[in-house]
């Protein structure tokens, strides 16, 4: 089966494909570590071994998932596929999920992709709290709403962010042009807004009293642009405290470990980069001139 | 008032929503927004959908927006047969995991491919690069060969023997290129053959209704000067 994939070795650099193909991060790079857990050499086929949750908590959808589960204290196997490195991109990797995408669950002979389909079997298969994801007709399909629009107008838009403020100067040594820079940033602000006025308005959360699924997919978007120094959070006080409250909700601890490693990636050397890697990212910026 | 689906057939989500209401006997009275006049930019219309985007529901004071979101409260509030979104876990996630990765995938390429080929040129009268439009085909290619590749295999359906949810949602994009006049399931006798179970299921009578506004975009009159300029956002968006 010859399967075309929008991709070059070890990076999906289709401006589209960033968002379409995965958490818009794929480098080749040095190491980088993770949190507990060991890096993932290839398939398990111990059957005896309990859930595995294949993850790179530099994506906000292996953080969302990572929170629920520790959150529920949910037991699983972290199995880390290195975005830096390319593991994602690697023969056994395609195995669990031909989509190349983090995260992935396996569950016995059960492989699920799609974070937001992940959330969904964890919550119903332990039971977890009705409040992630409630029972209330309305209130369920406000969360249904949240996690269907959020794909394309908060996840995407804030991955461009981080390659525009981080990835594509620290790649290729060069800026963004402002106008691409501001057409983007205005997006992002706009759908902020939209957010604040129809998901949040004036409540707690996004269902209203208690945290949800939603909550937590939210945030953890909102956080990618951090790493490239860009806080979406400063024009609004409604969504700073709408954070601080998801964030103590799910446990500040918890939270702090789920972003280091995104934390840690302005930390990152570059020069190790392979360079038609380099390249397609310097084709990338020239598109934007 | 009952419940108000506010759609325009020519968007796709807009049909998957429209052959689920009807398939399933769901009242519900029809509110057109058309798109192509700018009637989802209205103020009213905010007030039903402040995302600005159909389709989008109103049940009594409830009003609801995306079409993943829509397809599944009615599913649970009208108690659809159980195969459109199965309660059993692993089969539930199967579809689940379509609905999510069509957004980025799917519904990008089949907007575009739908828009590049025949409303620009046609209702538009804008010229689409040649390597604009030739990107834009093989990246629905790509998109297809997932689609049988990862979720078809060999089922009579996207996420099992059964037609879901997942099955209308897909269906209808792919008629988008369809209508524009790509040959997608030329070359594709797999699909070609899920898409006929497809409309079977659907009963062929709904899904030509769903779509007659779509299959008859191509003979739209062209587009006068004010409609060109409401539309040139949504131009510069579509032919990157």
Known sequence: MKQKVPECGVLALCWRGLAGTGPGLRLHLGSCSGPAGHSWRGPNTDLSMGMELYLDLLSASCRAVYIFVKKNNIPFDFQFVDLLQGHHHSKEYMEINPLKKLPSLKDGNFILSESVAILLYLCRKYSAPSHWYPPDLHMRARVDEF???????????????????????????????????????????????????????????????????ADVVALVEMMQPMAGNHNVFHNSPKLAEWRTRVELTIGSGLFLEAHERLKKLTEWDCSTLDPTVKERVSKLLQKFK | ?????????????????????????????????????????????????????????????????????????????????????????????????????????????????????????????????????????????????????????????????????????????LMHPVSAGCQIFKSRPKLAAWYKRVEAAVGEDLFQEAHAVVMKAKDLPPADTAMKEMLKPLVQVLLR
């Open chain 1, 147 to 213: 996690m269907a629009w959020q794909h394309t107008a908060i996840q995407l838009p804030m991955s461009k962010i981080l390659w525009i403020k981080l990835l594509i100067p620290m790649i290729t040594g060069e800026e963004v042009p402002a106008g691409k820079t501001k057409e983007i940033l205005d997006e992002v602000n706009k759908n902020m807004q939209l957010f604040e006025e129809k998901f949040l308005q004036d409540k707690m959360f996004i269902t209203g009293d208690n945290i949800s699924l």
């Open chain 2, 1 to 173: 008032m009952g419940l108000e689906l506010y759609l325009d057939l020519l968007s796709q989500p807009c049909r998957a929503v429209y052959i689920f209401a009807k398939k399933n006997r769901i009242p519900f009275e029809l509110r057109t927004v058309e798109l192509l006049k700018g009637q989802h930019r209205s103020d009213a219309f905010a007030q039903v959908n402040p995302l600005r985007k159909v389709p989008a529901l109103k049940d009594g004071e409830f009003t609801l927006a995306e079409s993943v979101a829509i397809l599944l409260y009615l599913s649970r509030k009208y108690k659809a047969p159980d195969h459109w979104y199965p309660e059993d876990l692993q089969a539930r996630a199967r579809v689940d995991e379509y609905l999510a990765w069509q957004h980025t995938a799917l519904r990008s390429s089949c907007t575009r491919a739908m828009w590049q080929k025949m409303m620009f040129p046609v209702f538009l009268g804008e010229r689409v690069p040649p390597e604009t439009l030739a990107s834009t085909l093989a990246e629905l290619d790509s998109c297809l060969q997932l689609l049988e590749d990862k979720f078809l295999k060999d089922q009579d359906f996207l996420t099992g023997p059964h037609i879901s949810v997942a099955d209308l949602v897909a269906i209808t994009e």
